[in-house]
C-alpha cells in the first residue's frame, strides 16, 4: 500500500472509533434520561405546606437527566419555583452530543458564540435565591447557562451555581460565570458541585441525591 492509502485506512479508522465512542456514550446518555426522568417530581405550588409564593427559584439545563434530578431535588428541599431550560440543538443522541461539544468548546475562543434555548429569559425580581444548574461539558458550565446569564437579570439575589459533573471542572470558568452573574446584579454568589464520576463508575441517583443533602444541605 502506498502511504496515502495507509493515511485513507488510518483516518477511517478514526472515524469509526469517533462514531463509535459517540455512539456509546449517546447509549448511556439515553439510559440515565429513561432511568432518573420519573424520580422525585417536583411538588406544585398549591401542595406545599407555607403559604405565599416561593422566594427561591431553581433555573437548570439537562441534558441526560442527572442535573435535573439535582434540580429536582433542591427545589422540592427550598420549596422553590422550578425552570427548566431546553436547548433543541443537544436532544439526546449521537447528534446532540456532537453539537454539545463542539459548541462548548468553540464557547471558550468566542463568548458570543451562545445556543437557543427556552426560556431565553425570565422574570427574576420576585426571587431572593437564585439556583442555577448545569452539567460540566469540557470542564464548564454547558452553553444553554451561559445563553441564559448573558439574558437575564439577577438584581439583589443571591446566586448558587450548582453542578453535577463526571471528572472535573475548571476554576477560571466558575469564576467568569460569577463575574458575569454580578456584573448582572446579583448580591452574592457561591458554588457547589457533585462529582457523579466516570461513566463506567457513576454514583446512583439514589447515591448523588444523598451526597447532596450532605454536602449541599
Do not use: C
Request: hydrophobic share 45%; charged share 20%; glycine share 6%.
Amino acid at each position: 500500500m502506498s502511504l496515502i492509502q495507509w493515511t485513507g485506512v488510518i483516518l477511517i479508522g478514526l472515524a469509526v472509533v469517533v462514531i463509535g465512542v459517540l455512539s456509546a456514550v449517546a447509549g448511556i446518555e439515553i439510559y440515565q434520561s429513561r432511568q432518573v426522568a420519573k424520580l422525585e417530581p417536583v411538588e406544585k405550588q398549591s401542595a406545599r405546606s407555607d403559604v405565599g409564593a416561593s422566594r427561591t427559584a431553581v433555573v437548570y439545563f439537562s441534558r441526560s437527566g442527572n442535573t435535573g434530578l439535582a434540580a429536582r431535588h433542591v427545589a422540592n428541599r427550598l420549596n422553590a419555583e422550578a425552570i427548566r431550560l431546553t436547548a433543541p440543538a443537544y436532544e439526546l443522541g449521537p447528534v446532540g452530543l456532537t453539537n454539545a461539544l463542539n459548541d462548548a468548546n468553540r464557547l471558550k475562543a468566542d463568548p458570543t458564540a451562545l445556543p437557543e434555548i427556552e426560556p431565553s429569559t425570565a422574570d427574576l425580581s420576585g426571587f431572593d435565591t437564585v439556583w442555577i444548574g448545569s452539567p460540566v461539558w469540557l470542564y464548564s458550565p454547558a452553553p444553554p447557562i451561559w445563553a441564559f446569564v448573558e439574558n437575564n437579570r439577577f438584581d439583589g439575589a443571591h446566586v448558587v451555581l450548582f453542578n453535577t459533573f463526571n471528572s472535573n471542572f475548571g476554576d477560571d470558568h466558575i469564576e467568569r460565570l460569577r463575574d458575569k452573574v454580578m456584573v448582572r446584579g446579583a448580591m452574592s454568589f457561591e458554588h457547589r458541585s457533585v462529582k457523579r464520576g466516570r461513566m463506567t463508575q457513576q454514583m446512583t441517583p439514589e447515591e448523588m441525591l444523598q451526597a447532596i443533602d450532605k454536602e449541599w444541605f
